[in-house]
């Protein structure tokens, strides 16, 4: 018996990528707007392309609540410990580390945070004053480098 098959899928317990940590938004193709504005996504323009600002509105804790119809960039999207998990190059125990590690960080630079600031916000603030913040500073790379070991594509930038 396969115990890992009877698990939900590794997005639905992470959800990560739909926060605010790594990403400022989220594009919208032409094709699927009608789609995404019916399903409740509030999406605006920006540099005449359609949008939704992250965190997304539709993540309820680590999950999506709109998972089968998610927009496809979002399914699209295939983070290093997702893709390392399809390959089999790790099992599913290991993903879950990965993810609890990355989601651990995440929420300790959160606790860190002014209330309502966006970590992308906070990430631009912290860059534009080098001696801000020690701590922050210190959770915000500790975040980076769990993301660029376990969740960023080589050659991919974050902050679209």
């Given amino acids: 018996m396969d115990l890992q098959s009877d698990l939900p899928p590794l997005c639905v317990t992470c959800g ?20 995404i504005h019916s399903l409740g996504f509030p999406v605006e323009r920006e540099d005449g392309r359609e949008i939704f600002s992250h965190p997304c509105t539709r993540l309820c804790g680590a999950s999506c609540t709109v ?3 998610r927009p496809a ?3 699209e999207f295939r983070c290093t410990t997702l893709s390392a998990l ?26 860190l945070l002014p ?17 801000a913040a020690p701590q ?17 594509l080589k050659g991919r930038r974050f902050f679209s």
């Fill in 86 to 111: 399809e390959e089999g190059a790790i099992d599913r125990p290991e993903a879950d580390r990965r993810v609890s590690l990355l989601r651990a960080a995440v929420q300790a630079v959160r606790q």
């Fill in 16 to 35: 990560v990528c739909c926060t605010d940590a790594f990403f400022r938004y989220s594009c919208v193709t032409p094709e699927e707007s009608a789609r």
């Fill in 136 to 152: 922050t500073r210190l959770a915000l790379l500790s975040m980076d480098i769990l993301a660029d070991r376990y969740f960023k």
């Fill in 67 to 69: 998972y089968e119809q």
């Fill in 115 to 131: 209330k309502e600031e966006k970590i992308w916000a906070l990430r631009a603030r912290l860059y534009a004053d080098p001696a």
């Fill in 73 to 75: 960039t979002c399914r």
